[in-house]
């Protein structure tokens, strides 16, 4: 899988918008960027995956660079609760190799202050 | 949906005593994960069963490790004997079909041992 770097820390105010950027510069065309977080103490939480086109859910917008070498992770208006660590990762999903796997780096440190 | 359930929450034990910790993922997930988090390495996936059966053991660190899933709805993760090294916080998480998709972790069992 490619690797990811992100900045090990950010911080935001409450209500506005968060962007956490990621490098995959070594992207390959198979492979999906994908986003976590973990709240202290808790499991990691899925977000949001894409492949090349700009993504949103109810939680979250994934942007991807026209050259997929780099996303964002953009939450919208971020609270007090958005406080956790942000993963961003590279992963196959063809269906041989090792594909399936998740390999978390150290991810980005959000805090969202009032 | 409970989510993956995941038990004890803590567990605290002697050196040398056996430890089991336990697992029920989301029912109709087939693709079941664990993984290790401490400070140090971070979260490291230990072993992945795909359909009950183990694909991936590279990551169990020694023969003291030990994973069973006798059927879809449970699985265990055995220390057996027990060491210091070994306190960290193990999570469960579960996949469906959709290997698209992300996982959805449990709440880990953080483990002590003294």
């Known amino acids: 899988d490619a690797k990811t770097t992100q900045p090990p820390s950010m911080d935001c105010a409450e209500g506005r918008a968060a962007n956490l950027p990621c490098n995959h510069s070594?992207?390959?065309?198979?492979?999906?960027v994908y986003w976590y977080r973990q709240i202290h103490s808790q499991g990691p939480q899925y977000i949001i995956h894409?492949?090349?086109n700009n993504e949103t859910n109810e939680m979250a917008s994934l942007i991807i660079t026209e050259d997929r070498k780099s996303s964002t992770l953009i939450l919208p208006h971020a609270t007090l609760r958005d406080t956790a660590v942000y993963y961003c990762i590279v992963r196959g999903t063809n269906s041989g190799g090792s594909n399936y796997k998740l390999t978390f780096g150290k991810g980005t440190l959000l805090t969202v202050n009032p | 949906d409970a989510g993956v359930i995941q038990s004890p929450r803590h567990e605290v034990t002697e050196m040398g005593q056996e430890v089991t910790l336990r697992c029920k993922p989301i029912s109709g997930h087939n693709s079941l994960f664990w993984y290790r988090q401490t400070m140090m390495r971070g979260l490291e996936l230990l072993i992945y069963?795909?359909?009950?059966?183990?694909?991936?053991d590279s990551g169990m660190p020694e023969d003291r490790f030990s994973a069973k899933m006798p059927n879809a709805s449970f699985s265990t993760l055995k220390i057996q004997p027990s060491e210091p090294r070994d306190s960290a916080v193990y999570f469960c998480?579960?996949?469906?079909?959709?290997?698209?998709?992300?996982?959805?972790f449990g709440s880990g069992t953080r483990l002590t041992v003294v």
């Open positions: 894409g492949l090349k």
């Open positions: 998480a579960s996949r469906g079909e959709d290997r698209y998709y992300g996982y959805t």
């Open positions: 070594t992207i390959s065309g198979n492979e999906y």
């Open positions: 069963f795909n359909n009950n059966v183990p694909i991936d």
